[in-house]
């Protein structure tokens, strides 16, 4: 085989196929780019497809601040029976409960729907470079063979800013103490009994997260009524609780700031937990990540057990599932033409060149029980400026996700999946509209005309608080 036939050229390629990732493809494919998504597993959907709730798509005030490419999918899942709702957990926010089975059916019919390519299995290795613009990218899949991909744009949706570090941009990692958040193992587990599970956050609001977010304006009791009155166990028992406190100081759990929880399938009556934690762990570092996965699955173990002895409504449940991979909060933060602050979320600034909305709350996981919320202001949403998504000092790639420009503390809330879907369409659809123009850099693109084009496709640019 010559070197030639080795070439595959695209206009846009997509490195990375978890929430960002897909939501780049599907909307450059969209809008007539000829797409290659690339993703280093053998699943496509990263955190999507665990069963977490998608958060970050409606402000704390229940507004929906995330369309397009998310609303298709969303409305896909519905007509398959896997859409349970968007759900308040009276706590500080809303989040977007799905069957992850079935939004995994979707993502795949969706990305064949608009004919993406897929290569899984398969990492970028090297890169050719000139003048800040990338001409080359080569990748290998696990059976060893080599590929060439050139791309009029590429867009890093890896989460560890890997391929933009290889084009030599800068980044920040962790705090400047080098610390991270933990790392966490998904688990579902299904046979569980809602009714006294709910009646227990009902009867007891001091072992649960609640009332955190003053647009609430409700007691913590009253958020507990509200929660029970929902009939979805979407929920967080505190570690500052009595129940889950005291079984962390006897060694029967180990130490974590809540047990959240959230419904995954009504039929199966099954939830999501959100739970296991490892920190101090740079989780680029893939000897130390993958060692991880035994303390993680113990904890599995100890939680469920905990779980079923302690916990109305666990007694006859069982282990439903695990997540195909380990979760990451935290690893590198490319250094944008623009840094997304701190205060930008927590006032929640808007902004003329916003190409997507972020309204989670700033969410800092530490070690042990620690943990860091702070809610955006009055329950409003935030902007996402254009050139976060771009690296500084290169001419043809963007970053969308939980790699792209921001301050650690405002990390903590653009990085959740709603946000990064946002992030990953605007990018998607501004590397259609550059790749068929005569641009020579990116930032030379029409903000206008592609927030022109976001709206028009369901994206929410405007219209909320």
């Not at 997509?14 to 998504?37: D, E, F, H, P, S």
């Not at 282990?319 to 602050?341: F, N, P, Q, W």
């Not at 420009?405 to 259609?432: F, K, L, Q």
Request: glycine content about 10%; some cysteine.
């Amino acid at each position: 085989m010559n070197m030639k036939s080795k070439i595959k050229n695209y206009d846009v390629l997509v490195i990375g196929g978890g929430a960002a990732g897909i939501a780049a493809a599907i909307a450059a494919a969209k809008n007539n780019a000829r797409t290659l998504l690339v993703e280093s597993r053998g699943a496509i959907g990263g955190d999507t497809i665990s069963g977490l709730p998608i958060l970050g798509c409606c402000n704390s005030l229940g507004e929906w601040i995330v369309g397009g490419v998310l609303r298709e999918l969303l409305d896909a899942c519905k007509r398959m029976s896997g859409y349970i709702g968007c759900i308040c957990d009276w706590r500080t926010l809303w989040g977007v409960c799905v069957n992850p089975d079935i939004f995994r059916l979707v993502i795949a019919e969706t990305l064949e729907k608009y004919r993406v390519d897929v290569l899984l299995h398969t990492i970028v290795d090297n890169i050719a470079i000139d003048n800040g613009r990338i001409q080359e990218c080569f990748v290998v899949d696990r059976s060893g063979k080599r590929r060439c991909i050139r791309a009029k744009v590429i867009i890093e949706a890896t989460g560890d800013g890997n391929i933009a570090a290889m084009a030599n941009a800068k980044s920040e990692a962790g705090s400047d103490t080098k610390n991270f958040q933990p790392i966490s193992l998904i688990f579902r587990m299904s046979n569980i009994n809602f009714k006294p599970l709910l009646e227990f956050v009902r009867d007891n609001p001091e072992e649960i997260l609640l009332a955190e977010n003053p647009v609430f304006k409700k007691t913590p009791a009253e958020c507990a009524q509200k929660v029970y009155e929902s009939g979805y166990p979407y929920l967080a028992l505190s570690a500052r609780g009595t129940l889950l406190g005291d079984a962390i100081r006897r060694g029967l759990m180990y130490p974590c700031s809540a047990i959240f929880m959230s419904p995954t399938s009504m039929g199966k009556k099954e939830i999501v937990l959100n739970t296991t934690r490892v920190s101090g762990i740079d989780a680029r570092n893939i000897e130390t990540l993958s060692n991880s996965l035994f303390t993680l699955s113990r904890q599995i173990s100890t939680a469920i057990e905990f779980l079923k002895i302690h916990i109305p409504g666990f007694r006859n449940s069982e282990l439903s599932g695990i997540a195909h991979s380990i979760s990451i909060r935290e690893t590198r933060r490319i250094i944008g033409e623009y840094v997304l602050k701190t205060e930008d979320v927590i006032s929640g600034k808007k902004v003329k060149n916003g190409i997507a909305k972020g309204a989670h709350h700033v969410d800092i996981h530490g070690s042990g029980t620690d943990q860091t919320r702070i809610p955006v202001k009055n329950g409003h949403s935030y902007d996402i400026p254009y050139n976060c998504l771009i690296p500084k000092n290169i001419a043809n790639m963007f970053v969308a996700g939980r790699c792209l420009s921001s301050t650690r503390e405002a990390n903590g809330s653009v990085r959740v999946m709603g946000t990064c879907m946002a992030t990953g369409e605007a990018a998607g659809t501004a590397a259609a509209l550059y790749s068929f123009q005569n641009h020579t850099n990116v930032r030379e693109l029409s903000v206008e005309a592609l927030r022109k084009k976001l709206t028009s496709q369901g994206a929410i640019l405007k219209g909320t608080h």
